[in-house]
């Protein structure tokens, strides 16, 4: 039987060509005040043939090292870009998913040298690249702002993309460009409805904090480390683990390397212990983690139900306003390069002068 959707809509690609992204370079693009309702932002890139040797498998993973967005010129949030990306492949959870979304956005699932295009997500408030694959819908952004909306990025170095060895890619400066998938429909129901949300915009936004920075830690050793106090709601504490040897920007992403014990202490007390590898295991697949065979799932300790799920409800979490101090102690079954991050709530609202601003929950 067919229904009738209220209010028609389509979505429409624009584009905007940049002129000074390039490798290890930082640079600003100010979003076009025309812009209305939009979906998404892209930052795509064509990437040069390689003389000799190959890009790492899913280039487009390594192109970009940090966003910052800004409004009126102040930081709404500023994103580990791999992290989020990383996050994002590892929640899909069949192989045939995880290589068709690589193969149309970042650059393929295999290790070549050949020329090819991705297009690596700028990550709006709305964005699906925040959290963790869902069929879930985060709506439009409203565009129509009383301040500028600006992205600052930080590319990737050419040890980030290519394998170790290979040649250095050619500089892609002139070769990227802003593409906007922008909601086209009514004017009065699509249009004037979502184009300006001053005073009534706000979304809950996943955040990552490094409590514990980049960290070498010997095979089948106990650390035990006093973290940097988190602060606002965490639900999560992600171990980032790759091993020791290579340096991280010549590291493979994709596989991680999990933990066997994971304890926490807040003041003192014990409040979660994993004593075991199986343990480790367990507390993924009990709380909703699942994987697929080219990206897994980083080791962590949840302070939710279902915590796979918490990107997009909420499913609980630990306030850190009234913990003093954290001791994590952490063991790995190789010698690792490893940081942890707590994962938390934070909010973006549009405030009725049309300014963005971000706070912790």
Known sequence: MFTKSQNLYLKTWREQSVQNANW?????????????????????????????????AVPGLYCVNTIKLLSNGSEVYELDYKTYIREFLSSMRDT????????????????????????IPLMLPNSHYLRRHSNRSYGCFPHRLS????????MGTVSDVKEAGAADPASISG??????????????????????ARGVYSICVPRYQTIIPWT????????????????????????????????????????????????????????????????????LFANGFRTNASCNNAGRVCFADQAAYSDHCYQGA??????SSITIEVQFGA????????????????????????SLE
């Open 24 to 56: 290890g370079e930082t640079w600003n693009w100010i979003c076009p005040e025309s812009l209305n309702v939009v979906a998404s932002h892209f930052l795509e890139i064509n990437l040069p043939a390689l003389g000799n040797g190959n890009y790492k």
């Open 96 to 119: 045939e998913e995880f290589t068709d979304f690589v193969n149309c956005y970042l650059g393929g699932s295999a290790a070549t040298g050949t020329a090819r295009t991705v297009s």
């Open 147 to 154: 301040s500028k909306l600006e992205f600052q990025i930080t």
């Open 175 to 196: 070769a990227a460009k802003v593409v906007t998938r922008e909601i086209k429909g009514d004017s009065n129901a699509i249009t004037r409805k979502y184009s300006d």
């Open 216 to 283: 070498e830690a010997a095979a089948n050793t106990l650390q035990s480390v006093k973290a940097t106090l988190p602060t606002g709601s965490v639900y999560e504490i992600v171990f980032e683990a790759y091993p020791s040897g290579t340096s991280l920007a010549e590291t493979d992403r994709l596989t991680v390397t999990t933990p066997d014990i994971i304890r926490v202490q807040c003041d003192g007390e014990y409040v979660r212990v994993l004593d075991n590898k199986v343990r480790c295991e367990q507390e």
């Open 318 to 323: 630990i306030h850190c306003g009234n913990i």
């Open 335 to 358: 010698a690792v390069n490893y940081r942890a991050l707590a994962k938390k709530y934070s909010k973006v609202r549009i405030q009725s002068n049309g300014v963005l601003r971000s």
